[in-house]
Structure formats: structure tokens, C-alpha cells
């Protein structure tokens, strides 16, 4: 079920470093996450840890506390084997700028980034997986789900999905003005952002396929555009 917690409830997602630039509002999170279209999975496997680009979604009424965030992945992945029980930590992070400073110190970035961390969790439930896939499908393309067929057991075999609480988690955001040195900004040196934002180009039919392109595909590229 949802909760209406504040963000960073635990000692390993409160803010130490740049405390000002902390979100507190879990709304907020829930509209980065609904934004980002790729998150980074950490997980430790063995001696050394590893970081995973992967397709995720989220669905705030899961059965997890805070709700449940959703990555899926090969059955035959060795990362996936070791996840379920482990502690992991999901990554989203969107950039909304470059800041350039008056100073090579004061160069940043304008940004929106997320930090999830708990216990991964199988999910072995049938009706749940499926659920969880076609959330992760409609995440890339509202919609989209429902006009495919549905996966066949062979493909749901190979599939494993991990499910993350949404309970623990923190959230930072930097926007605006480089923050220069009064002596720096009088010295008269141009300073200011770049604004940084993806677009979709117009949907490319396969070379199998046909040019009638359909109205989620067609839709979502628009909203990125």
C-alpha cells in the first residue's frame, strides 16, 4: 500500500552531503519516477559490486511498503540469481541542465535524481509478474501493453522480475543560477545554464513492418517531442 512517509526515513537515505538541495516530498519522487525512462540497479555479486542499466516501473498501490518499483531481467543472469533477499540500491537520475560556472569549481549540473535502496523481492506470483511486465512495457509506451498478445509461458519462464520497496528512499534536485563568488562574478566572465531536455524523434517503422504507425506509439512520441 502507499504511504504518505516522508522521504529519507532511514539513516541510509538521509542527505549528508548537500542537505539543501534535499526533496522531502514523496509526491515529488513519485513524478521523477514516473519521468525516467532508465534506472541503475547496484547490487554486490561477490567480491566487487555492479551497476545495471535497466528498464523499470513503478506501481504506488504494490504490495510493497511505498509501493513497489519493478525491474525485470534473464532467469540465466547471474546478478538476478543473487538479488532476491539482497539489499540493493536503484538509481533514477534526470538532467535538466548544465550549469557553467565562473569557475571550474562552480561548474554543476541541474538535475533530478532518486536513490532507492531495500530487499529485493522475486516475485513468484503469476498474476503479479504479468502485471509487473506490462507495467514496465506501458512505462516506454502508455497503452502499449494492451494491444500485443500475451507472453507465452515459455517467455515468462525465461523472465524473472525483482520487485524494490519505494518506501526507503531520498531524492535530490538542483535548479537555477551557477552560485559564483561575488569577486568572480565582477571579474565579468559569462555565466549560465544550458537547458537539457530528451526528445523523441518520429517513430521509424521496422524494416518487417508496416508505415501504419499506431496512435500509443504515435502519442508518446509526441509527448517527448
Not at 516530498?25 to 551497476?51: M, Q, W, Y
Request: with cysteine.
Amino acid at each position: 500500500m502507499t504511504t504518505a512517509a516522508p522521504l529519507s526515513p532511514t539513516p541510509r537515505t538521509t542527505l549528508n552531503r548537500g542537505r539543501h538541495r534535499g526533496v522531502d516530498d514523496r509526491e515529488r519522487l513519485h513524478a521523477l519516477l514516473a519521468d525516467g525512462l532508465v534506472a541503475h540497479l547496484g547490487i554486490t555479486v561477490g567480491d566487487h559490486p555492479l551497476v545495471l542499466p535497466t528498464a523499470y516501473a513503478v506501481d504506488l498501490d504494490g504490495p510493497d511498503e511505498g509501493g513497489s518499483l519493478y525491474v525485470h531481467g534473464s532467469v540465466a543472469a547471474g546478478w538476478l540469481r543473487r538479488a532476491p533477499g539482497a539489499t540493493v540500491c536503484v538509481s533514477i537520475t534526470e538532467l535538466d541542465g548544465l550549469v557553467a560556472g565562473r569557475s571550474s569549481f562552480h561548474h554543476s549540473m541541474n538535475y533530478r535524481s532518486a536513490v532507492v535502496i531495500g530487499p529485493a523481492r522475486l516475485v513468484t506470483d503469476e498474476a503479479e509478474r504479468v502485471h509487473a511486465l506490462d507495467l514496465i512495457v506501458d512505462h516506454m509506451v502508455p497503452g502499449r501493453s494492451a494491444t500485443l498478445r500475451p507472453s507465452t509461458r515459455k517467455e515468462l519462464a525465461a523472465t524473472a522480475v525483482l520487485a524494490v520497496p519505494l518506501v526507503e528512499a531520498s531524492m535530490k534536485q538542483r535548479d537555477g543560477d551557477p552560485v559564483d563568488d561575488p569577486e568572480d562574478i565582477e571579474a565579468g566572465v559569462w555565466g549560465g545554464t544550458i537547458p537539457v531536455r530528451r526528445v523523441a524523434l518520429p517513430p521509424v517503422s521496422g524494416a518487417d513492418s508496416h508505415d501504419r504507425v499506431p496512435e500509443d506509439v504515435r502519442r508518446r512520441a509526441a509527448q517527448l517531442a
